[in-house]
């Protein structure tokens, strides 16, 4: 079990770029989800994943971010021209199936984006 | 009302002694509660989960829960330097986690 793995760790871009970021789940989990946490707050809740259907988007993402999972297994999360307010920790996390409403999650090390 | 909240910090206790970590949240539906720690810079990493009410021990920590009250706790007993962190509460909402903002621990020697 290698646990979740994020790449890039690290990404500075120029406001107004596309980036995009990666995820690869803990290889036996079906379950992958996306997050946001800014300096001194929880993790805020993106989108979520089971195998490849994108079954829950939050109202607060913007048409400016997408997130596939095209065979169900690694995801992409990419913002679209970048903003000052999108600097934040991206966190992935995943969890296994067959736990009703929902079970325990498994965060990676996270991408920290900064828009300059 | 945030759906998660947590009890403000910073929390500052003595190497030894008991750190205690209150949370409360407001969907009374929820089923599943964790508390992860997450150190400076990093990723959030879990150490509880608990679903039933009562008490729940592993190790040094201690999660209670009820849920009549709607309130989630941890406990810390012997706590070491490496307890410094902030630690997370989150509640289990249709799949997704709701966090609260946190509360920073740090255990002087």
């Known amino acids: 079990d290698t646990g979740v793995s994020q790449d890039p760790r690290h990404k500075i871009t120029k406001r107004g770029q596309n980036v995009t970021f990666r995820c690869d789940p803990i290889s036996e989990h079906n379950r992958l989800y996306w997050y946001r946490q800014t300096l001194g707050q929880g993790p805020e809740f993106l989108t979520y994943?089971?195998?490849?259907?994108?079954?829950?988007k939050s109202r607060l993402l913007s048409d400016r971010f997408s997130a596939e999972r095209p065979k169900g297994s690694f995801s992409t999360l990419e913002i679209q021209r970048t903003e000052q307010g999108d600097s934040a920790m991206y966190l992935c996390?995943?969890?296994?199936?067959?736990?009703?409403?929902?079970?325990?999650?498994?965060f990676g090390p996270g991408t920290r984006l900064t828009v300059t | 009302q945030k759906e998660v909240e947590q009890n403000s910090g910073p929390l500052s206790v003595p190497e030894g002694a008991i750190a205690s970590l209150n949370c409360t949240y407001s969907?009374?539906?929820?089923?599943?509660f964790f508390w992860y720690r997450q150190y400076s810079g990093k990723s959030p990493e879990l150490i509880m989960s608990?679903?039933?009410?009562g008490d729940k021990e592993d190790g040094r920590f201690t999660a209670q829960l009820n849920k009549a009250s709607q309130y989630v706790s941890l406990l810390i007993r012997d706590s070491q330097p490496s307890d410094s962190a902030t630690y997370l509460c989150a509640v289990n909402n249709d799949y997704k986690l709701s966090f609260g903002a946190g509360t920073t621990v740090t255990v002087r020697a």
């Open positions: 994943f089971q195998n490849e259907a994108q079954l829950e």
């Open positions: 996390a995943s969890s296994p199936s067959g736990t009703s409403g929902g079970g325990e999650q498994y």
């Open positions: 608990i679903y039933s009410n």
């Open positions: 969907d009374r539906g929820s089923q599943s």
